[in-house]
């Protein structure tokens, strides 16, 4: 065993480390967003926020391995751009750069654990292995350092950026209106030139990544003027970017609308609008201003988890009742599985079951109604049916005994894969 060791230089077994940090480099990585998610809550609240931190963390693993590796000197470091682009997201969207900072901390606590026993693995645990786990510690140091000085002038220069222009100061305005830090609506009014007072339907809007972020801002506005045709006895609008890619909108409206999804979609699909809108529902006053985002917010949040293919418009009337429930996704993941029982395996003829069994159940078990909206016969509505209901194992015939097989059809049409689960190979 001490021949083996031995045969181990100090630049070997630091290799060898790299080298499993990447033979398992997307396992790490999932546990280190984890880890980091865990011990800074505050980056865990939007599954865009986390995509965005995952390929920054993805990112800088990948340098920081090089960096390990090789002799640049520490002027060579350099924050990897996503690793940018994310600090500057955190800049706009107003959370702390010590958030930022904290995260990288835990990722580099969770990288040296995890490379320290490596090392300890490979050397045997002798003066090899000591002087291995010094390099790993000193090198792992100078990158962190240096790429949290870099990230740190680019969340403060977008910062001084977005707050010095006048999106920013609405932002902030409307960030202390809805997180209670003012109450003084009045002022709040005068410089937002939106009246609080009435009632309000808010809008969460986004567009892809890839689009340019001038380009983004004449969309929202677009957006703003396309709604604006439907909502046309609105009392004012407000539109607040969130960041590059995204932005609040507030309707002012003196009654409670109604929101047609259908409509808006093909409103958007005429007028070649790339967004996505999820709608709160409507709520008055400042207390109203506040709902409706947060309706808004959740539904944004499902449309996320729906991935690049789901609705490009969703209502917080339609899909309350899931939106709530995919705070929770493991939670909701369990509850599909209890509810559909077989059904809820993610394969193409189960697809066909849970849309004909939900459009049924919709359309108040009429099997001729389900039979038009599909476009089949009703025939193949009676049998598809019938093999649903025996994938899901129970009776639905009882009053009431249909409502949590409903929602659960519901969230597998809105969510798909993220709540089904995973055929099983063959053996």
């Known amino acids: 065993m001490e021949q083996q060791q031995a045969a181990h ?3 070997e077994v630091v290799g060898m480390v790299a080298q499993t940090f990447l033979r ?13 998610r865990t011990q800074v809550p505050i980056l865990d609240q939007d599954p865009r926020l986390r995509e965005l931190m995952e390929a920054g963390t993805t990112d800088n693993l990948m340098e920081a391995l090089q960096y390990l590796q090789n002799e640049a000197a520490e002027d060579d470091v350099r924050a990897p751009e996503r690793a940018l682009v994310y600090a500057r997201i955190l800049a706009q969207r107003d959370v702390p750069a010590s958030a930022l900072i904290r995260a990288y901390r835990v990722g580099q606590a969770g990288f040296l654990d995890t490379g320290m026993r490596y090392a300890i693995e490979f050397g045997g645990g002798g003066p090899v292995t000591t002087s291995a786990i010094v390099h790993i510690v000193n090198r792992t140091s100078v990158y962190i350092d240096r790429v949290c000085e870099q990230v740190g002038v680019a969340y403060e220069e977008e910062r001084d950026r977005w707050v010095g222009n006048r999106g920013g100061l609405r932002q902030q305005w409307v960030t202390r209106l809805l997180n209670g830090t003012t109450t003084d609506a009045d002022a709040a009014e005068q410089a937002l030139r939106y009246p609080l007072s009435r009632g309000h339907l808010a809008i969460d809007t986004w567009t892809d990544p890839h689009i340019d972020p001038a380009k983004a801002v004449e969309v929202f506005d677009q957006l703003r003027a396309a709604l604006g045709t439907v909502f046309d006895r609105a009392l004012g609008t407000l539109l607040i970017p969130v960041d590059e890619h995204e932005a609040r909108l507030w309707f002012a409206l003196p ?14 699909a005429d007028r070649a609008l790339p967004v996505r809108v999820a709608f709160g529902g409507h709520g008055t006053g400042l207390a109203g201003f506040r709902r409706t985002a947060a309706q808004a917010d959740r539904v944004r949040r499902l449309a996320l988890l729906s991935g690049d293919h789901g609705a490009r418009v969703l209502s917080y009337h339609d899909v309350s009742a899931v939106a709530l429930l995919a705070s929770d996704i493991d939670t909701l993941r369990e509850f599909v599985a209890d509810e559909l029982g077989e059904l809820a395996v993610d394969n193409e003829r189960n697809l066909w079951l849970r849309e004909t069994l939900r459009v049924f159940l919709a359309g108040n078990r009429s099997y001729a109604a389900a039979a038009t909206r599909l476009g089949v016969h009703r025939n193949t509505v009676q049998y598809r049916v019938r093999q649903a209901l025996n994938l899901i194992g129970v009776s639905t015939d009882s009053p009431g005994a249909d409502l949590y097989p409903r929602l659960a059809l519901q969230a597998t049409q809105l969510l798909g894969a993220a709540v089904l689960r995973p055929e099983s190979g063959p053996n």
């Open 24 to 36: 398992d480099r997307d396992q790490f990585i999932d546990q280190l967003s984890h880890l980091m």
């Open 9 to 11: 230089s100090t630049e």
């Open 255 to 268: 009654g409670e609308p109604s929101v047609d999804s259908a409509a808006i979609e093909q409103l958007l």
